[in-house]
C-alpha cells in the first residue's frame, strides 16, 4: 500500500470516527475540483467543511418539520395576500424573521373559517422551522 492510499484510508478512518459522512463522500470530488481551480488549502477546507455544514442544516430543518406535525404542506409564499386585504403581508415576512419568539410573545389569529388562519399559521411555522426554531403546529380544536 502506498503512502498515498494509506493516508486516504487513514483520513476515511478519521472522517467516520468523527461522524463526517458528507466529508467522507465528498472530500475526493472537492479536491479534485480544488485542484483544478488551483484553492488553496484553506479554501478547500472551508469548501469541504461547508458542504457538511450545509446538509446538517438541511437535516435539522427537515427533523424539525418533521417534529413540527404540520397536518399540510402550507407556505407563506403560496397564501394570496391579494385576496385576504386585512392581512398585512409584511407583518408576516417580519413574523418569520421570529423575533416574537426572543420576547416570548404569542401570536393569535382569529377570524371566519376560511379566511386563511391556518395556512398563515402553518407558512410561518415553517418559516421558524426554516430558521432552525423548533415549533409544534396544533389548532384550537386539538386542545380540547
Request: proline fraction near 3%.
Amino acid at each position: 500500500m502506498s503512502t498515498t492510499q494509506s493516508m486516504q484510508v487513514h483520513l476515511e478512518l478519521n472522517l467516520k470516527t468523527l461522524k463526517l459522512p458528507t466529508m467522507l463522500r465528498s472530500y475526493q470530488k472537492i479536491s479534485e475540483d480544488a485542484a483544478e481551480e488551483g484553492l488553496s488549502c484553506e479554501q478547500y477546507l472551508y469548501r469541504l467543511t461547508d458542504t457538511e455544514v450545509e446538509k446538517r442544516r438541511e437535516h435539522k430543518v427537515r427533523t424539525l418539520i418533521q417534529h413540527a406535525k404540520f397536518p399540510l404542506k402550507k407556505l407563506l409564499s403560496e397564501f394570496k395576500f391579494e385576496e385576504a386585504p386585512s392581512v398585512s403581508r409584511q407583518t408576516f415576512i417580519e413574523l418569520a424573521e421570529g423575533h416574537f419568539l426572543a420576547d416570548a410573545k404569542n401570536i393569535l389569529m382569529y377570524g371566519p373559517p376560511g379566511t386563511g388562519k391556518s395556512h398563515l399559521a402553518m407558512g410561518l411555522a415553517r418559516e421558524l422551522c426554516i430558521r432552525q426554531k423548533k415549533v409544534i403546529f396544533f389548532t384550537a380544536c386539538d386542545l380540547t
